[in-house]
């Protein structure tokens, strides 16, 4: 939601972008890496139809609005929900109650937000004021005591006066400092600085640092980094700077290879896809066609029918030689059994190549295939002749 944030998602964009790079660099400040400093993010569950869901979280954002992503409320609360906003990370801690209607809205989905469309909608808006809402104050289960014990709000203010950690966590809670939100313009940047998420479980909070750098697309909308090791439920999380400002929220386990759409030249990956370097080759004057087929393979079935196969020859000295002769040895080892599963994949790959093509293959493990022609008016000639969900040429 451009509005409010950038998003940290899955990267599922297949083409470079073509602009120049910014490298936003501050490494000298360390004014958040603490757990004191991520009061914002907050672990959260709902409870719709008498049946209380597994959770997410969310980051505020404002005092009575938080963001989550999509996918954890749209269908939950597509009638009416409950939602419970744990405040505190201690072994005693509150819920602060907030009910969403048709007729009382509290729950409010990006309008661009289709379960199957890029991540980058994957936002919602909570409208929840936390020193209004009704509140249940409640012990955490325990070894011992396996159920959750509801507690009066008398006992609930004296643990408080006991265990001051936690007294100061809940004033800064209900007055809360809000972060900056960062706001990317219509460049494309990485923003070279410490980002930390916060991760919260069984009311136990944690920061994880990342090292890497943060990616920002203008094609996309949103940025991403590494995963952060993500599991269910982290959906929500914020993301901060090192120098304080919140910039976004988790989404999904992220693509390894996202960082290559950055760069507006050819490059050679390596490792898992995150190690780049330039390497010289040029289709200048080519044209690019590439379709998305009506049909989709799912990652995990694909790795499990691929069968890596020993380098025994350069791929760089293969890409210097003519676009003609790459048929011979550029091969895409998820082809064959992916092919297999999917002959109308193989079809679609045919079919570019008969249409006079220099090169084509799948993309990684599908399902969109590309071919690369002498001319854009060669390639234009296959607009609308394949069945898909979208088909474009693009020139080099």
Not at 153 to 166: C, G, I, P, S
Not at 250 to 265: H, K, M, Q, R, W
């Amino acid at each position: 939601m451009k509005k409010f944030l950038m998003l940290l998602g899955l990267c599922i964009a297949a083409l470079a972008v073509w602009a120049e790079v910014s490298v936003i660099s501050v490494t000298d400040e360390d004014k958040h890496s603490k757990k004191e400093d991520f009061y914002h993010t907050f672990e959260y569950f709902i409870t719709s139809d008498g049946q209380t869901t597994s959770k997410c979280q969310a980051t505020r954002i404002s005092n009575r609005w938080f963001v989550t992503a999509a996918h954890c409320v749209k269908t939950l609360c597509a009638k009416s929900c409950t939602l419970h906003m744990d405040l505190l990370d201690t072994p005693v801690s509150v819920f602060a109650q907030g009910t969403h209607t048709a007729k009382k809205p509290s729950v409010f989905i990006h309008p661009a937000y289709f379960s199957t469309q890029e991540i980058g909608k994957d936002v919602a808006l909570i409208r929840l004021d936390i020193n209004r809402a009704d509140k249940v104050y409640y012990r955490r289960p325990t070894k011992q005591n396996e159920n959750m014990q509801t507690l009066s709000l008398q006992t609930f203010e004296a643990w408080l006066a006991k265990h001051r950690r936690a007294n100061s966590q809940y004033r800064h809670v209900l007055s809360p400092q809000i972060p900056p939100i960062a706001v990317f313009d219509n460049g494309n940047y990485v923003l070279d600085r410490k980002v930390s998420v916060i991760s919260i479980f069984d009311g136990k909070r944690q920061v994880k640092p990342d090292p890497h750098a943060v990616y920002y697309v203008k094609e996309l909308g949103y940025a991403y980094t590494n995963d952060f090791g993500i599991r269910k439920g982290m959906s929500g999380s914020g993301v901060m700077t090192n120098t304080g400002e919140l910039i976004g929220i988790i989404s999904a386990t992220l693509g390894a290879d996202c960082p290559f759409f950055v760069y507006n030249e050819p490059m050679m990956a390596t490792g898992i896809g995150d190690r780049l370097a330039p390497i010289s080759l040029s289709l200048a004057g080519k044209a690019l066609y590439l379709v998305k087929p009506a049909v989709h393979v799912a990652t995990a079935q694909a790795y499990a029918g691929v069968t890596p196969q020993p380098v025994v020859r350069s791929l760089a000295d293969d890409l210097a030689a003519p676009v003609a002769s790459w048929h011979r040895n550029v091969k895409n080892d998820f082809e064959p059994s992916v092919f297999k599963a999917h002959p109308s994949l193989a079809a679609i790959k045919r079919k570019i190549v008969d249409a006079g093509a220099l090169y084509a293959a799948m993309s990684g493990s599908g399902a969109s295939i590309f071919g690369i022609f002498d001319s854009a008016n060669m390639a234009e000639q296959l607009l609308g002749t394949i069945p898909c969900e979208r088909d474009f040429v693009i020139n080099l």
